[in-house]
Nanobody, 124 residues
Framework: VQLQASGGGLVQAGGSLRLSCAVS??????????MGWFRQAPGKEREFVVA????????YYTDSVKGRFTISRDNARNTVYLQMNSLKPEDTAVYYC????????????????WGQGTLVTVSS
């Protein structure tokens, strides 16, 4: 299973970016798997950002991005998106796409697969 993330870049505070993550793999059925995003800021541990359940499309966001970030998925394209608005300097991080695994809530998502990460830099 391969996850290819893209869309990162440099943006000013208050701006927007949309990340994409395309998933491929014969053994992976995108439509029946949970999907999510994590991030790792410089000098910090990787943290959960958002996840979407394949059952009913329930979403779970970490508090710091609620109201600003939106996850969505296109099952026909095997792609998950992360729309990030009102970006802040503290959102600067490498963003990792995650797939599969168990999703219980915003504090309990354990993916099976990880993408390579895409860097988001928000300048003040």
């Amino acid at each position: 299973v391969q996850l290819q993330a893209s869309g990162g870049g440099l943006v000013q505070a208050g701006g927007s970016l949309r990340l994409s993550c395309a998933v491929s793999g014969r053994t992976f059925t995108f439509s029946t798997n949970n999907m999510g995003w994590f991030r790792q800021a410089p000098g910090k541990e990787r943290e959960f950002v958002v996840a979407m359940s394949w059952i009913g499309g329930s979403t779970y966001y970490t508090d710091s991005v609620k109201g600003r970030f939106t996850i969505s998925r296109d099952n026909a394209r095997n792609t998950v998106y992360l729309q990030m608005n009102s970006l802040k300097p503290e959102d600067t991080a490498v963003y990792y796409c995650a797939a599969g695994g168990k999703l219980y809530n915003s504090r309990s998502y354990y993916p099976d697969y990880w993408g390579q990460g895409t860097l988001v830099t928000v300048s003040s």
